[in-house]
């Protein structure tokens, strides 16, 4: 056993069953911001051009999760 800080993000993709347990902790969420820079011009590999979809997609969707959970707070 044991506590350890792991992103919401982390707990979405690998607890599905439910095993793990999210604690309310004072200062809790720790919030960070990501960005995702490139050359201005740089025609993006196919490899990276994904990523980018990805990872645009995926932060729509955690912005509309947490939405959704405040809203039903």
């Given at each position: ?35 995702v ?14 990523f ?22």
């Amino acid at each position: 056993m044991g506590i350890s800080v792991l992103s919401q993000h982390s707990l979405d993709l690998e607890n599905p069953n439910g095993l793990l347990t999210i604690l309310n902790v004072e200062g809790f969420p720790i919030q960070r911001h990501w960005y995702v820079i490139y050359p201005t011009g740089k025609q993006l590999s196919v490899a990276a051009q994904t990523f980018l979809d990805f990872s645009i997609a995926e932060g729509r969707q955690i912005i509309e999760r947490f939405s959704a959970d405040l809203i039903s707070r």
